[in-house]
């Protein structure tokens, strides 16, 4: 599978803004899919997951402002984002994993298989 993820740009802070990952070559609903992000000199750090069955699961910083959701039809899930802050900017990154049962949480950037490409999202102040 491939996933190309986009969206990311300039934001002002306690604005809305909404990622986006296609994917192609395979169902996005047979991965389990993860956001993640990575500020500068930081680790890469989970953001929001949906399991197969759809179970969704939040980081406590983003809990409340995102919404992840997959669209079958487009092949495609999205990362809605409201009420950002400056400790939102990073880099965004989509990702799959073939792991797992239909209601595995993945939780670890080693835990999933295939990545996107990152989009950049910064917040001012």
């Known amino acids: 599978v491939q996933l190309q993820a986009s969206g990311g740009g300039l934001v002002q802070a306690g604005g809305p803004l909404r990622l986006s990952c296609a994917a192609s070559?395979?169902?996005?609903?047979?991965?389990?899919m993860g956001w993640f992000r990575q500020a500068p000199g930081k680790e890469r750090e989970f953001v929001a997951t949906?399991?197969?069955?759809?179970?969704?699961v939040y980081a406590d910083s983003v809990k409340g402002r995102f919404t992840i959701s997959r669209d079958s039809a487009k092949n495609t899930a999205y990362l809605q984002m409201n009420s950002l802050n400056a400790e939102d900017t990073a880099v965004y990154y989509c990702?799959?994993?073939?792991?797992?049962?239909?209601?595995?949480?993945?939780?670890?950037?080693?835990?999933?298989?295939?990545w996107g490409q990152g989009t950049l999202v910064t917040v001012s102040s």
């Open positions: 949906i399991s197969r069955s759809g179970i969704l």
């Open positions: 990702a799959v994993s073939n792991s797992g049962s239909r209601h595995s949480i993945f939780r670890r950037p080693r835990e999933y298989d295939y």
């Open positions: 070559g395979r169902t996005l609903s047979s991965y389990a």
